[in-house]
Protein backbone atom coordinates (compact mmCIF):
# COMPACT_ATOMS: atom_id res chain seq x y z
CA UNK A 1 0.00 0.00 0.00
CA UNK A 2 1.10 3.23 -0.24
CA UNK A 3 0.42 4.94 2.92
CA UNK A 4 0.26 8.69 3.93
CA UNK A 5 1.57 10.39 7.05
CA UNK A 6 1.21 13.72 8.99
CA UNK A 7 2.15 15.23 12.33
CA UNK A 8 -0.79 18.49 13.18
CA UNK A 9 -0.96 20.72 16.17
CA UNK A 10 1.57 21.57 18.58
CA UNK A 11 4.54 19.24 18.65
CA UNK A 12 4.73 16.31 21.30
CA UNK A 13 7.80 14.72 22.05
CA UNK A 14 7.25 10.97 20.79
CA UNK A 15 6.45 12.24 17.50
CA UNK A 16 8.79 10.79 15.55
CA UNK A 17 8.92 7.77 17.13
CA UNK A 18 5.36 7.24 16.24
CA UNK A 19 6.72 7.65 12.79
CA UNK A 20 9.39 5.40 12.90
CA UNK A 21 7.71 2.60 14.21
CA UNK A 22 4.40 2.77 11.40
CA UNK A 23 7.66 3.62 8.59
CA UNK A 24 9.41 0.40 9.90
CA UNK A 25 6.64 -2.06 10.40
CA UNK A 26 4.95 -0.73 6.89
CA UNK A 27 8.14 -1.53 4.94
CA UNK A 28 9.49 -4.18 6.68
CA UNK A 29 6.58 -6.25 7.70
CA UNK A 30 3.31 -5.07 4.86
CA UNK A 31 6.13 -3.93 1.70
CA UNK A 32 4.38 -0.42 2.31
CA UNK A 33 5.51 2.55 0.47
CA UNK A 34 5.52 6.20 2.60
CA UNK A 35 4.77 9.89 1.85
CA UNK A 36 5.46 12.17 4.53
CA UNK A 37 3.09 15.35 4.27
CA UNK A 38 4.96 18.21 5.80
CA UNK A 39 3.57 20.61 8.04
CA UNK A 40 0.85 18.52 8.97
CA UNK A 41 -2.73 19.98 7.02
CA UNK A 42 -1.02 22.20 5.36
CA UNK A 43 1.00 19.73 3.57
CA UNK A 44 -2.01 18.05 2.33
CA UNK A 45 -3.58 21.01 0.78
CA UNK A 46 -0.01 22.50 -0.84
CA UNK A 47 0.97 18.68 -1.68
CA UNK A 48 4.32 19.35 0.00
CA UNK A 49 5.71 15.59 0.79
CA UNK A 50 8.69 13.77 0.91
CA UNK A 51 9.41 9.79 0.61
CA UNK A 52 9.74 8.72 4.19
CA UNK A 53 12.14 5.33 4.08
CA UNK A 54 14.29 3.26 6.03
CA UNK A 55 16.95 5.62 6.06
CA UNK A 56 15.01 8.50 6.82
CA UNK A 57 13.25 7.23 9.91
CA UNK A 58 16.42 5.64 11.53
CA UNK A 59 17.16 6.84 14.73
CA UNK A 60 14.46 9.10 14.95
CA UNK A 61 13.07 7.99 17.83
CA UNK A 62 15.60 9.44 20.41
CA UNK A 63 14.50 12.93 18.83
CA UNK A 64 11.87 15.61 19.98
CA UNK A 65 10.07 17.42 17.24
CA UNK A 66 8.82 16.41 14.33
CA UNK A 67 10.85 15.18 10.66
CA UNK A 68 7.66 16.08 9.05
CA UNK A 69 7.27 19.47 11.26
CA UNK A 70 3.91 20.54 11.85
CA UNK A 71 1.10 23.59 11.99
CA UNK A 72 -2.13 24.17 13.31
CA UNK A 73 -4.05 24.39 9.52
CA UNK A 74 -7.95 23.72 9.42
CA UNK A 75 -8.54 22.70 6.33
CA UNK A 76 -12.12 23.02 7.27
CA UNK A 77 -12.04 26.95 7.45
CA UNK A 78 -10.61 27.12 4.32
CA UNK A 79 -13.04 27.00 1.06
CA UNK A 80 -13.01 23.81 -0.84
CA UNK A 81 -9.95 23.01 1.60
CA UNK A 82 -10.98 18.90 2.26
CA UNK A 83 -11.62 18.80 -1.41
CA UNK A 84 -8.36 19.71 -2.19
CA UNK A 85 -6.96 17.64 0.22
CA UNK A 86 -9.02 14.41 -1.49
CA UNK A 87 -7.07 16.01 -4.85
CA UNK A 88 -4.11 16.04 -3.34
CA UNK A 89 -4.08 12.09 -1.72
CA UNK A 90 -5.60 11.22 -4.94
CA UNK A 91 -2.68 12.26 -6.61
CA UNK A 92 0.20 10.97 -4.65
CA UNK A 93 -2.30 7.39 -4.99
CA UNK A 94 -2.45 7.31 -0.89
CA UNK A 95 -4.22 4.32 -0.41
CA UNK A 96 -4.44 5.35 3.44
CA UNK A 97 -3.65 8.24 5.89
CA UNK A 98 -2.01 7.82 9.09
CA UNK A 99 -2.60 11.36 11.14
CA UNK A 100 -0.98 11.89 14.30
CA UNK A 101 -2.14 14.95 16.34
CA UNK A 102 -4.71 16.41 19.09
CA UNK A 103 -9.09 16.91 19.08
CA UNK A 104 -8.52 19.57 16.29
CA UNK A 105 -6.20 17.58 14.10
CA UNK A 106 -8.45 14.50 13.99
CA UNK A 107 -11.51 16.68 13.48
CA UNK A 108 -9.83 16.94 9.96
CA UNK A 109 -9.25 13.24 9.84
CA UNK A 110 -12.91 12.65 10.58
CA UNK A 111 -13.72 15.36 8.10
CA UNK A 112 -11.97 13.78 5.44
CA UNK A 113 -13.13 10.07 6.17
CA UNK A 114 -16.49 11.54 5.47
CA UNK A 115 -15.68 12.71 2.71
CA UNK A 116 -14.35 9.23 1.64
CA UNK A 117 -10.72 9.09 2.49
CA UNK A 118 -9.27 6.13 4.30
CA UNK A 119 -7.79 7.09 7.99
CA UNK A 120 -6.89 6.42 10.78
CA UNK A 121 -5.44 8.61 13.86
CA UNK A 122 -2.94 8.63 16.92
CA UNK A 123 -3.41 10.33 19.36
CA UNK A 124 -0.73 13.25 20.78
CA UNK A 125 -1.00 16.18 23.29
CA UNK A 126 1.24 16.80 26.30
CA UNK A 127 -2.18 17.97 28.14
CA UNK A 128 -3.09 14.51 28.14
CA UNK A 129 -7.26 15.98 27.42
CA UNK A 130 -7.71 13.17 24.54
CA UNK A 131 -11.26 11.49 24.76
CA UNK A 132 -11.09 7.57 25.20
CA UNK A 133 -7.48 7.51 25.67
CA UNK A 134 -5.89 6.45 29.11
CA UNK A 135 -2.21 8.39 28.20
CA UNK A 136 -1.70 10.71 25.09
CA UNK A 137 2.26 10.43 24.31
CA UNK A 138 3.99 13.31 25.20
CA UNK A 139 2.32 13.88 28.59
CA UNK A 140 5.06 12.22 30.44
CA UNK A 141 7.99 13.36 29.06
CA UNK A 142 6.28 17.41 29.93
CA UNK A 143 5.38 15.95 33.34
CA UNK A 144 8.92 14.89 34.12
CA UNK A 145 10.15 18.36 32.82
CA UNK A 146 7.48 20.00 34.61
CA UNK A 147 8.62 18.16 37.96
CA UNK A 148 11.99 18.55 37.59
CA UNK A 149 11.55 22.06 37.36
CA UNK A 150 9.31 22.33 40.82
CA UNK A 151 11.88 20.51 42.36
CA UNK A 152 14.50 23.38 41.46
CA UNK A 153 11.88 26.26 42.45
CA UNK A 154 11.65 24.87 45.57
CA UNK A 155 14.88 25.47 46.52
CA UNK A 156 15.44 28.52 45.48
CA UNK A 157 12.06 29.88 47.13
CA UNK A 158 13.14 28.37 50.50
CA UNK A 159 16.40 30.11 50.32
CA UNK A 160 14.83 33.57 49.63
CA UNK A 161 11.39 32.92 51.93
CA UNK A 162 9.45 33.72 48.57
CA UNK A 163 6.41 32.20 47.02
CA UNK A 164 6.54 31.13 43.37
CA UNK A 165 3.40 30.33 41.16
CA UNK A 166 4.95 28.21 38.31
CA UNK A 167 2.84 27.72 35.36
CA UNK A 168 2.21 25.02 32.93
CA UNK A 169 0.59 23.81 30.01
CA UNK A 170 -3.18 22.57 30.13
CA UNK A 171 -5.44 24.68 27.89
CA UNK A 172 -8.47 22.78 29.16
CA UNK A 173 -7.47 20.04 31.33
CA UNK A 174 -5.20 20.40 34.85
CA UNK A 175 -3.07 17.25 33.98
CA UNK A 176 -0.07 18.24 34.12
CA UNK A 177 -0.49 20.23 36.86
CA UNK A 178 -2.43 17.77 38.65
CA UNK A 179 0.51 15.14 38.16
CA UNK A 180 3.77 17.56 38.63
CA UNK A 181 2.36 19.64 41.31
CA UNK A 182 1.55 16.29 43.50
CA UNK A 183 5.34 14.88 42.33
CA UNK A 184 6.69 18.25 42.96
CA UNK A 185 5.30 18.25 46.49
CA UNK A 186 3.72 21.90 45.56
CA UNK A 187 1.67 23.18 48.23
CA UNK A 188 -0.88 24.87 46.14
CA UNK A 189 -2.14 22.93 42.75
CA UNK A 190 -5.02 24.99 40.73
CA UNK A 191 -6.29 22.99 37.67
CA UNK A 192 -8.87 24.59 35.11
CA UNK A 193 -11.63 22.14 36.27
CA UNK A 194 -11.60 24.06 39.63
CA UNK A 195 -12.63 27.79 40.12
CA UNK A 196 -9.40 29.60 42.24
CA UNK A 197 -10.36 30.44 45.53
CA UNK A 198 -7.62 33.05 45.91
CA UNK A 199 -8.42 33.33 49.95
CA UNK A 200 -8.60 29.76 50.58
CA UNK A 201 -4.86 29.33 48.34
CA UNK A 202 -3.49 32.32 50.67
CA UNK A 203 -4.71 30.84 53.68
CA UNK A 204 -2.93 27.39 52.64
CA UNK A 205 0.50 29.69 51.74
CA UNK A 206 0.15 31.13 55.23
CA UNK A 207 -0.36 27.66 57.32
CA UNK A 208 2.57 26.71 55.42
CA UNK A 209 4.44 29.65 56.81
CA UNK A 210 3.00 29.27 60.58
CA UNK A 211 4.25 25.60 60.43
CA UNK A 212 7.90 26.32 59.84
CA UNK A 213 7.93 26.64 56.23
CA UNK A 214 8.88 30.38 55.09
CA UNK A 215 7.66 30.09 51.20
CA UNK A 216 5.83 28.72 49.31
CA UNK A 217 5.26 26.75 45.32
CA UNK A 218 1.87 26.89 43.58
CA UNK A 219 1.61 25.05 40.40
CA UNK A 220 -1.46 26.64 37.99
CA UNK A 221 -2.39 25.23 34.69
CA UNK A 222 -2.26 28.43 32.02
CA UNK A 223 -6.06 27.37 30.98
CA UNK A 224 -7.19 27.65 34.95
CA UNK A 225 -9.70 30.65 35.18
CA UNK A 226 -8.41 33.75 36.87
CA UNK A 227 -10.38 34.66 39.99
CA UNK A 228 -11.41 38.01 38.39
CA UNK A 229 -13.16 35.16 35.57
CA UNK A 230 -11.99 34.30 32.17
CA UNK A 231 -8.73 33.00 31.19
CA UNK A 232 -5.16 34.72 30.54
CA UNK A 233 -4.14 35.55 27.17
CA UNK A 234 -1.95 37.40 25.29
CA UNK A 235 -4.03 39.38 23.07
CA UNK A 236 -7.07 38.71 21.43
CA UNK A 237 -6.18 36.60 18.44
CA UNK A 238 -7.17 33.10 18.05
CA UNK A 239 -5.55 30.32 16.09
CA UNK A 240 -7.65 28.74 13.07
CA UNK A 241 -9.35 26.49 15.40
CA UNK A 242 -10.73 29.10 17.78
CA UNK A 243 -8.00 28.60 20.49
CA UNK A 244 -6.52 32.30 22.18
CA UNK A 245 -2.69 32.22 23.34
CA UNK A 246 -2.77 31.42 26.81
CA UNK A 247 -0.15 32.73 28.80
CA UNK A 248 0.15 34.78 32.16
CA UNK A 249 -2.11 32.81 34.96
CA UNK A 250 1.49 32.75 37.59
CA UNK A 251 2.06 36.64 37.11
CA UNK A 252 -1.12 38.09 37.82
CA UNK A 253 -1.83 35.10 40.88
CA UNK A 254 1.51 35.90 41.98
CA UNK A 255 0.78 39.74 42.10
CA UNK A 256 -2.98 39.52 43.83
CA UNK A 257 -0.83 36.97 46.50
CA UNK A 258 1.95 39.06 47.25
CA UNK A 259 -1.09 41.86 47.86
CA UNK A 260 -3.05 39.69 50.22
CA UNK A 261 -0.46 37.70 52.24
CA UNK A 262 2.85 40.32 52.42
CA UNK A 263 5.16 37.53 50.82
CA UNK A 264 7.73 38.06 48.46
CA UNK A 265 6.19 36.61 45.15
CA UNK A 266 7.43 35.82 41.99
CA UNK A 267 6.15 33.64 38.85
CA UNK A 268 7.97 31.58 36.52
CA UNK A 269 6.02 30.06 33.31
CA UNK A 270 7.27 26.53 31.73
CA UNK A 271 5.91 26.95 28.08
CA UNK A 272 7.28 25.42 25.54
CA UNK A 273 10.12 24.14 27.27
CA UNK A 274 7.42 21.00 28.33
CA UNK A 275 7.17 20.36 24.71
CA UNK A 276 10.86 20.40 23.52
CA UNK A 277 13.03 17.67 23.76
CA UNK A 278 13.76 13.78 23.80
CA UNK A 279 11.14 12.19 24.79
CA UNK A 280 11.28 10.23 27.83
CA UNK A 281 11.59 6.17 27.69
CA UNK A 282 7.78 5.40 28.42
CA UNK A 283 6.85 7.89 25.70
CA UNK A 284 9.02 6.62 22.90
CA UNK A 285 7.64 3.03 23.78
CA UNK A 286 4.11 4.08 23.82
CA UNK A 287 4.56 6.09 20.66
CA UNK A 288 6.05 3.08 19.44
CA UNK A 289 3.16 0.66 20.14
CA UNK A 290 0.75 3.46 18.93
CA UNK A 291 2.60 3.60 15.49
CA UNK A 292 2.97 -0.34 15.23
CA UNK A 293 -0.89 -0.70 16.00
CA UNK A 294 -1.99 2.65 13.47
CA UNK A 295 -0.46 0.34 10.77
CA UNK A 296 -1.83 -2.90 11.57
CA UNK A 297 -5.59 -0.71 11.76
CA UNK A 298 -4.67 0.27 7.83
CA UNK A 299 -3.62 -2.99 7.15
CA UNK A 300 -7.04 -4.45 8.34
CA UNK A 301 -9.11 -2.26 6.91
CA UNK A 302 -10.23 -0.17 10.27
CA UNK A 303 -10.43 2.77 8.92
CA UNK A 304 -11.95 5.87 11.13
CA UNK A 305 -10.33 4.52 14.31
CA UNK A 306 -8.05 6.20 16.49
CA UNK A 307 -5.53 3.89 18.77
CA UNK A 308 -5.81 4.56 22.23
CA UNK A 309 -4.23 2.81 25.53
CA UNK A 310 -6.36 1.22 27.78
CA UNK A 311 -5.03 -0.29 30.64
CA UNK A 312 -1.89 -1.63 29.54
CA UNK A 313 -3.61 -2.40 26.27
CA UNK A 314 -3.36 -0.91 22.79
CA UNK A 315 -6.70 -0.64 21.33
CA UNK A 316 -8.85 1.40 18.81
CA UNK A 317 -11.91 3.33 19.23
CA UNK A 318 -14.01 5.76 16.55
CA UNK A 319 -11.97 9.47 16.13
CA UNK A 320 -15.86 10.83 16.13
CA UNK A 321 -15.86 9.72 19.76
CA UNK A 322 -12.37 10.79 20.62
CA UNK A 323 -13.34 14.09 19.46
CA UNK A 324 -16.91 14.23 20.68
CA UNK A 325 -15.10 16.18 24.26
CA UNK A 326 -12.18 16.56 26.03
CA UNK A 327 -10.51 14.53 29.20
CA UNK A 328 -10.66 16.76 32.10
CA UNK A 329 -9.54 15.73 35.50
CA UNK A 330 -11.95 13.68 37.03
CA UNK A 331 -13.40 13.71 40.98
CA UNK A 332 -10.87 10.86 41.83
CA UNK A 333 -8.28 12.60 40.72
CA UNK A 334 -9.33 16.03 42.41
CA UNK A 335 -10.18 14.11 45.84
CA UNK A 336 -5.95 13.59 45.42
CA UNK A 337 -5.35 17.09 46.21
CA UNK A 338 -7.83 17.43 48.65
CA UNK A 339 -6.32 14.50 50.72
CA UNK A 340 -3.24 16.25 50.70
CA UNK A 341 -4.14 19.45 51.70
CA UNK A 342 -3.58 20.57 55.36
CA UNK A 343 -7.31 21.96 56.66
CA UNK A 344 -7.22 25.54 57.31
O1 LIG B 1 -0.66 21.26 22.33
C1 LIG B 1 -1.38 21.77 23.41
C2 LIG B 1 -0.68 22.95 23.94
O2 LIG B 1 0.56 22.52 24.41
C3 LIG B 1 -1.47 23.70 25.01
O3 LIG B 1 -1.28 23.27 26.28
C4 LIG B 1 -0.99 25.12 24.80
O4 LIG B 1 -1.98 26.03 25.23
C5 LIG B 1 -0.80 25.17 23.35
O5 LIG B 1 -0.45 23.89 22.93
C6 LIG B 1 0.25 26.17 22.90
O6 LIG B 1 0.26 26.16 21.52
P1 LIG B 1 1.22 27.05 20.62
O7 LIG B 1 2.56 26.39 20.66
O8 LIG B 1 0.60 26.98 19.28
O9 LIG B 1 1.24 28.41 21.21
Redesign the pocket.
Known amino acids: MRVGLLTG ?2 D ?1 PGLNAVIGAVVKKGIQQYGDEFVGFLEGWRGVLDNNTIPLTLDTVDGIITKGGTILRTS ?1 TNVRKIEGGVEKCVATLKANKIDALIAIG ?1 DDTQSVTNALIQAGVPGVGVPK ?3 NDLNGTDVCFGFDTAVGIATEAIDRLHTTAEAHNRVIVCEV ?3 DAGWIALTAGVAGNAHVVLVPERPIDLDHVCKLLKYNHDHGKKYGIVVVA ?2 AKLPSGGQATVGTKL ?1 AFG ?1 A ?2 SGIAAALASEIEKKTGYETRSVNLG ?1 TQ ?1 GGSPSAYDRMLATRYGLAAIDLVHEGKFGQLVVLHGTKIESIPIAEAISKNRTVDASFLKILDALEPKV
Open positions: GGCRGTIDMGREGDHQLHR
